[in-house]
Each structure stands twice: as C-alpha cells, then as structure tokens.
C-alpha cells in the first residue's frame, strides 16, 4: 500500500514512488458509470494531477467479479433523447481525460468489461487482460449503442469489420480475442498473480519512463489514426523537435554514450 492521494468509498486513489493505482470499489453495481460516478473519478484524477511525478496510472477494479459494467443502466431509463446525449458527453469527456492524461494509464481488466467499461479500456493506452476478462458491448442487446466513444475507438484500435461484428452483435470474448485483436499488452495466466504480474510490468516499463516524451508518443501515435501520412509525419517531427532538447533527452543521449543506465526526471 502506498500514500494515499483520493479516497472515497467507491474509489481509492494511491501512489508508490511514480506509480498509481486508481482502484474502483462501486461494488454494489459492479463499478457502472453514474453520472456520480464520473464526478468522484474526475475529483480522484484531479488529486492526482496535484501530485507531482506520477509517471504511470494502474486503473483497476477491487470488485472481484467486474472491471466496470458498463454505464448506469438504472440512470440511463426514462431521460429524455437530450438527456442522452448530454450522458453520452459526459462519458466522453472522461475519457477524453484518460487519453488525453500527462501519465501513461493501463487497464488492468480481469472481469466483466462491457460497454462503457470497455470504452473506459479502450481510452487507456495499454490494456492487461487477465484470465477472467470479458469484454463486449452489450448495447445493442439494449437498444442502444456505445455512446461513450467506443464505436469511434474500438474501430480504430481493432479495425471496421471487428467494430460493426462486435457492436452488432453484443458477443462476449476473452483476453485471447482481445490479444488476436491487437487491444492487449499483456495477459497473465490462471496461474499468475493478476495483480502482482500487471504491477511488475508497470513498474519495469514505466517506474523511470522518460514522461515528457510518453506524453508526446501518446498524442502522436493517436493522432496517426485521423491525420494523413503528411500531417501525421509533420505532427512527429514538431514533437520530435519540442521534447529533443528536453532534461530528459540530453540524460538519454549522454548516459548512452557514458555506456550507463539513465535516471529520467520527467522533464
Ligand atoms: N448499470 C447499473 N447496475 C448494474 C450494471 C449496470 N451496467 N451492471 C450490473 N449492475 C448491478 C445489477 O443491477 C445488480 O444490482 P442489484 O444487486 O441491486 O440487483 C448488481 O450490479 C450485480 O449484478 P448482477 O446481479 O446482474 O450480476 P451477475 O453476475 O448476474 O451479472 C453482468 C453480471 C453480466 C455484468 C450483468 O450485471 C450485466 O449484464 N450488466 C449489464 C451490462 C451492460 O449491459 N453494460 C452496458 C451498459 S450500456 C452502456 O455502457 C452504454 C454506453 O456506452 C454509454
């Protein structure tokens, strides 16, 4: 356990040197996304922007049985069609938040996964998928959608036909349709400590990532998906010029030529 930097009783915010786990425990509706929801993940986010240097965010589930359920059922019935749209907006502006956040954020997913659970995944830069994961969109079997950017991001990730298969049909699958996919960074084994595995991992790709420049290969590699080759090319090399001289560069060219390990600082 380390320091904690949010705590309320369905989130639990807590960092260990550069890393943080956002842990969701909305046990009671298997993590679904209410409206409340939303506004005590973004005071838990806003917690941790106050706090300097987390590198990397672990974003996972104390609820044995889920990851996140999707959106709030319960609050979807009975609004209006503006209503829905305004709901719809809210969801993607969290997850615009993820994507668009300084840290690298990885979905540590090893449970029911669906719908905006999934849309919350899909916004995470990279995605662990344990044994028990299972991903789907179950909108349709609802007479709905995804609204909060999964039909958007999903097809982009894993290509048009997966996106109109598994949006038309609801079909559930797990962490080996999801690897096939192209979705999943790694996926640890029944015998495995989910959550020991997926922090190792963070821990040895992440703990002393150079950030300044991970906050630009986020941005970059996304914009790929919408930019010509042109702009996308255009887009890479400003970046490569805004970070190039950065305190975090200068320490990885001189301590490659000083043949030692470098110690980024994240600026
Ligand atoms: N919204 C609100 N409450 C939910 C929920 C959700 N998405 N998912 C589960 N819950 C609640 C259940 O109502 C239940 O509450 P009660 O104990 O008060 O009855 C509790 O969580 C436990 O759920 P179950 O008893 O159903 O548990 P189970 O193990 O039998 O089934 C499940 C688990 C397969 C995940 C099932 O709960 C389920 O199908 N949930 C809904 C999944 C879904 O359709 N998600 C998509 C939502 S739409 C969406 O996300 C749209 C969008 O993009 C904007």
């Known amino acids: 356990m380390g320091d904690v930097l949010f705590e309320h009783a369905d989130v639990l915010l807590e960092r260990q040197d550069t890393i943080a786990r956002l842990r969701l425990r909305r ?8 409206s409340a929801f939303f506004d005590t993940l973004d005071a838990a986010i806003d917690a941790l922007d106050a706090a300097e ?10 609820v044995p049985k889920a990851f996140i359920a999707g959106a709030d059922i319960s609050e979807m ?12 907006r809210r969801g993607q502006r969290f997850m615009a938040r993820i994507e668009q956040h300084p840290a690298i954020w990885v979905a540590a997913v090893n449970g029911y996964c669906l719908g905006g659970g999934f849309e919350v995944a899909l916004s995470c830069d990279l995605i662990a998928a344990g044994p028990r994961a299972t991903f789907a969109f179950p909108e349709i079997g ?37 690897t096939a996919l192209g979705l ?6 029944e ?4 959550d020991e595995v997926v922090g190792g991992a963070v821990e040895k790709a992440f703990g002393n990532v150079a950030s300044v420049a991970a906050r630009e290969v986020k941005r970059v590699v996304r914009a790929a998906t919408w930019l010509s080759l042109e702009d996308g090319c255009d887009a890479e ?7 190039g001289n950065s305190a975090d560069a200068v320490e ?6 000083e043949k030692r390990k470098p110690e980024f600082r994240g600026n």
């Open 27 to 34: 046990k009671s509706a298997l993590n679904a996304l209410s």
């Open 142 to 178: 609802l007479g709905l959608l995804p609204g909060f950017g999964g039909t958007q991001r999903f097809t982009r990730s894993a290509g048009m036909h997966a996106g109109l298969r598994y949006i038309l049909t609801g079909e559930r699958f797990g962490a080996d349709t999801a």
């Open 77 to 88: 019935k009975g609004k209006t069609a503006a209503e829905m749209e305004t709901y719809a």
């Open 53 to 62: 240097g987390v590198r990397a965010v672990i974003l996972m589930s104390d």
């Open 191 to 194: 015998d495995e400590d989910f």
């Open 184 to 189: 999943v960074w790694i996926a640890p084994g």
């Open 252 to 257: 990885g060219l001189t301590a490659f030529l």
């Open 237 to 243: 090399a400003a970046a490569f010029g805004a970070i």
